[in-house]
Antibody
Framework: EVQLVESGGGLVKPGGSLRLSCAASGFTFSNVWMSWVRQAPEKGLEWVGRIISKIGGGTTDYAAPVKGRFTISRDDSKNTLYLQMNSLRTEDTAVYIC???????????WGQGTLVTVFS | EIVLTQSPGTLSLSPGERATLSCRASQSVSSSSLVWYQQKPGQAPRLLIYGASSRATGIPDRFSGSGSGTDFTLTISRLEPEDFAVYYCQQYGSSPRYTFGQGTKLEIK
């Protein structure tokens, strides 16, 4: 069974940094593309960024609101996905969810998310 | 940037009824790139339909997807109590890579 467990969320002031982790199990993590998606309180889903498998090149791609501030990485030896968030803004407040890619276009399995609150 | 607009915002129906949810794109979208998810309160989203009309593994056949170009539809033929949730469409494109609609809340009438 696919399991994705996010951690690392919390309270941070504007301009601060946070690193989120997503521990994966139940599948061959190294072969799978992964994305981060966020959901602001009482709002819809917003894609944050994606990292493809190392065998596919390991490249990353980001949504415009976070490009240059957020960095996605992966440690295939630990079956873990990361999201490094710098220069945080109040509008980054959201639950951050990691997800596997079922296909290039499709997010297959999702974690429950970890809450990041940016406030002064 | 392609914008997805879902309608209605809220749909109130009774168990046993048919639900029709719409997702309209601001530009033509490849059918292979149109996806539907279900999200229940406090739960992670769940993949329902990919490629506009293919059901994901384990999804009951009362769920079906259709459409092409700019207009896509998710149909639930006979609502079960567990189907009341928020539904999101999503498309895969160039920039941004993945865009979601704002969601349709399906509530019990």
């Amino acid at each position: 069974e696919v399991q994705l467990v996010e951690s690392g969320g919390g309270l941070v002031k504007p301009g601060g940094s946070l690193r989120l982790s997503c521990a994966a199990s139940g599948f061959t993590f190294s072969n799978v593309w992964m994305s981060w998606v966020r959901q602001a309180p009482e709002k819809g889903l917003e894609w944050v960024g994606r990292i493809i498998s190392k065998i596919g090149g390991g490249t990353t791609d980001y949504a415009a609101p976070v490009k240059g501030r957020f960095t996605i990485s992966r440690d295939d030896s630990k079956n873990t996905l990361y999201l490094q968030m710098n220069s945080l803004r109040t509008e980054d407040t959201a639950v951050y969810i990691c997800a596997t890619h079922h296909t290039e276009a499709t997010l297959g399995s999702w974690g429950q998310g970890t809450l990041v609150t940016v406030f002064s | 940037e392609i914008v997805l607009t879902q309608s209605p915002g809220t749909l109130s129906l009774s168990p046993g009824e048919r639900a029709t949810l719409s997702c309209r794109a601001s530009q033509s979208v490849s059918s292979s790139s149109l996806v539907w998810y279900q999200q229940k309160p406090g739960q992670a989203p769940r993949l329902l339909i990919y490629g506009a009309s293919s059901r994901a593994t384990g999804i009951p056949d009362r769920f079906s997807g259709s459409g092409s170009g700019t207009d896509f539809t998710l149909t639930i033929s006979r609502l079960e109590p567990e189907d009341f949730a928020v539904y999101y469409c999503q498309q895969y494109g160039s920039s941004p890579r993945y865009t979601f609609g704002q969601g349709t809340k399906l509530e019990i009438k």
